[in-house]
């Protein structure tokens, strides 16, 4: 089996390749024989230069995995003829620009026991992550009261809003499209399940934003990209934005023009357009980046920078020049700070004449 990324070559030298899968164990592996797994697997990554993330829980395995594209080739048929597991399902492949696993060879959890590596300690992922296999259950079985219950719990035993967006909610999204990728739900339970998703992320509580970052009054536009149904993003940012002060409003574009026509009618100091957050969208760049060339034309006398966001960002598929724009938010927390500092600096550059 080939992995389908010898076209790399047509990319910056310093891009690598990512693939994940996901499989059944044949054999219930115990507690050592994981540990062994992990061990072999960081001495074979070392050597590769591979970097990556594995998971191992209630017989299934999921792995992600990074790096020169030679690399993974030689290691995807070692992983393909390996009689430990089976069923093995390629979920997604492709380029990228940087490594989201750069520091760990083979970061390691399995749900049998507790994580015996840093995983959930290690880069913010804590014990919020470790929820989204049972937020996805209830998720698609439709239990809005449970949903309700499990977020109205993590707001009793403190935790804060951004936390529970950024490690619970934005996590369960993609894992309800990798749900939907590999046939396991409908199109119908996606687009009920991210709804969902929605209304529990309005329902948590964020710490109050501190006065002095509400003095400035930016006003932002939060716009789907032309034509994209899932909404996720950008309708948690509203909140977050509104609650930061900014003068918020929201468009959902059947079209380029039809942006353009909002853009120059408003003129807002920041524009952020989103992808769906469940699904990676590659196949949109080229008409993302023509969205953001149309709407920089749409207001040419106005500052506006330009945002954007979606799964394709946040699994650092792409980044802000792959589409021409000024940032690209890999999760709607801590946004609002990231574009109020660049409205700052664009407002401080020299304007030519």
Same mark, same amino acid.
């Given at each position: 089996m080939s992995i389908g990324l010898e076209n790399s070559v047509a990319n910056p030298v310093n891009w690598t390749s990512s693939i994940s899968y996901q499989s059944k164990a044949t054999a219930r592996p115990t507690a050592a024989d994981l540990r062994e797994l992990t061990w072999k697997a960081k001495t074979r990554n070392?050597?590769?230069?591979?970097?990556?993330? $594995?998971?191992?829980?209630?017989? #299934?395995?999921?792995?992600?995995?990074?790096?020169?594209? %030679?690399?993974?080739?030689? !290691?995807?048929?070692? /992983?393909?003829?390996?009689?430990?597991?089976?069923?093995?399902?390629?979920?997604?492949?492709?380029i990228i620009p940087t490594r989201l696993f750069g520091e760990w060879d083979m970061l390691s959890y399995h749900g049998d026991e507790?994580?015996?590596? *840093? =995983?959930? %300690?290690?880069?913010? #992922?804590?014990? +919020?992550? *470790?929820?989204?296999?049972? $937020?996805? @259950?209830?998720? !698609?079985?439709?239990?809005?009261?449970?949903?309700?219950k499990r977020i109205a719990a993590l707001a009793e035993d403190g935790w804060d809003g951004n936390d529970v967006i950024k490690h619970l909610i934005e996590p369960t999204a993609r894992a309800l499209g990798d749900a939907w $990728?590999?046939?396991?739900?409908?199109?119908?339970?996606?687009? /009920?399940?991210?709804? =969902?998703?929605? +209304?529990?992320?309005? *329902?948590? #509580?964020?710490?109050p934003t501190p006065a002095a970052l509400r003095n400035n009054r930016y006003s932002i536009l939060l716009a789907s990209a032309p034509g994209e149904a899932h909404t996720l993003g950008i309708s948690l940012m509203a909140d977050l934005f509104t609650d930061a002060g900014w003068h918020v409003d929201m468009a959902f574009p059947d079209s380029n023009?039809?942006?353009?026509?909002?853009?120059?009618?408003?003129?807002?100091?920041a524009l952020d357009i989103g992808l769906s957050d469940a699904l990676p969208r590659q196949h949109s760049l080229a008409n993302l980046r023509e969205t953001i060339e149309r709407s920089r034309f749409a207001a040419p006398d106005q500052l &506006?920078?330009?945002?954007?966001?979606? #799964? $394709?960002?946040? @699994?650092?598929?792409?980044?802000?020049?792959?589409?021409?724009?000024?940032? %690209?938010?890999?999760?709607?927390?801590? &946004? &609002?700070?990231?574009? *109020?500092e660049l409205i700052r600096q664009k407002r401080q550059e020299p304007r030519s004449r």
């Open positions: 070392q050597t590769l230069g591979v970097t990556g993330m $594995l998971l191992y829980d209630n017989g #299934r395995f999921f792995q992600t995995l990074e790096g020169p594209p %030679a690399s993974l080739q030689t !290691l995807w048929s070692s /992983i393909s003829d390996d009689r430990r597991h089976s069923d093995i399902e390629i979920l997604s492949e492709h507790q994580p015996y590596t *840093a =995983m959930l %300690a290690a880069k913010a #992922r804590h014990e +919020l992550t *470790a929820q989204v296999p049972d $937020l996805i @259950d209830l998720v !698609l079985n439709g239990d809005d009261l449970g949903i309700n $990728l590999s046939d396991d739900c409908t199109e119908l339970d996606l687009t /009920i399940g991210l709804s =969902m998703l929605q +209304l529990a992320g309005h *329902a948590v #509580r964020h710490t023009q039809a942006l353009s026509n909002q853009l120059a009618s408003q003129k807002p100091d &506006t920078v330009v945002s954007v966001g979606g #799964r $394709l960002f946040a @699994d650092a598929a792409a980044t802000a020049d792959n589409v021409g724009a000024d940032h %690209a938010r890999k999760t709607v927390t801590g &946004t &609002t700070i990231e574009i *109020a």
